[in-house]
């Protein structure tokens, strides 16, 4: 027997992540503040973790587009694939040059584009999506703030977020 109704569970279940971490800065300030001896100083530095924590939650949830879209993603071992009802395609994380939205299709994709390889559309609500939000964030140099902003963006068309930087080392340097 369920006590909770499915909506109320599905919200717990999405809130998770941010109910521990405050939680944990509860704690923090328990410690922090009901002593004057070195667990105060662990107590500060648990409200900072759980601050961190609470951060990188509510990114997450921004990410979050659902995942009643059609297909399936599976990434492992920096393999991303994806296995559509019209396309798919597999891309090795560390060979990705750059990332897009696409918002002209229905529903928007994720556009990851690699040397000599087409480029592989994900929809931003398919099945395992949301395991994209760790794979984009380790990107060298991206910025998951505007990445966010953009999923969120009305506007159509092609909008790249990331690209990674070709040049050579040697000419970095100069």
Same mark, same amino acid.
């Given at each position: 027997?369920?006590?909770?109704?499915?909506?109320?569970?599905?919200?717990?279940?999405?809130?998770?992540?941010?109910?521990?971490?405050?939680?944990?800065?509860?704690?923090?300030?328990?410690?922090? &503040?009901?002593?004057?001896?070195?667990?105060?100083?662990?107590?500060?530095?648990?409200?900072? %973790?759980?601050?961190?924590?609470?951060?990188?939650?509510? !990114?997450? %949830?921004?990410?979050?587009?659902? =995942?009643?879209?059609?297909?399936?993603? !599976?990434?492992?071992?920096?393999?991303?694939?994806?296995?559509?009802?019209?396309?798919?395609?597999?891309?090795? =994380?560390?060979?990705?040059?750059?990332?897009?939205?696409? =918002?002209?299709?229905?529903?928007?994709?994720?556009?990851?584009?690699?040397?000599?390889?087409?480029?592989? %559309?994900?929809?931003?609500?398919?099945?395992?999506?949301?395991?994209?939000?760790?794979?984009?964030?380790? &990107?060298?140099?991206?910025?998951?703030?505007? %990445?966010?902003?953009?999923?969120?963006?009305?506007?159509?068309?092609?909008? &790249?977020?990331?690209?990674?930087?070709?040049?050579?080392?040697?000419?970095?340097?100069?």
């Amino acid at each position: 027997m369920n006590f909770i109704r499915p909506e109320a569970s599905q919200a717990l279940t999405r809130w998770r992540a941010v109910i521990i971490s405050t939680l944990i800065i509860l704690l923090g300030l328990w410690w922090a &503040l009901s002593s004057a001896t070195p667990i105060s100083w662990i107590g500060g530095a648990v409200v900072l %973790m759980g601050v961190a924590s609470a951060a990188a939650a509510l !990114q997450r %949830m921004r990410f979050h587009a659902g =995942r009643d879209g059609p297909g399936v993603v !599976q990434i492992d071992e920096g393999a991303i694939a994806y296995f559509g009802p019209l396309t798919g395609g597999v891309v090795s =994380r560390s060979e990705v040059t750059a990332l897009a939205i696409d =918002r002209s299709g229905k529903p928007p994709h994720w556009v990851l584009s690699q040397p000599g390889q087409p480029d592989v %559309m994900i929809p931003l609500n398919a099945a395992g999506s949301d395991g994209l939000f760790d794979v984009f964030a380790s &990107l060298p140099g991206i910025r998951t703030e505007r %990445m966010l902003n953009e999923m969120r963006a009305t506007a159509v068309g092609r909008v &790249l977020i990331w690209q990674r930087n070709t040049r050579p080392a040697t000419q970095l340097l100069h």
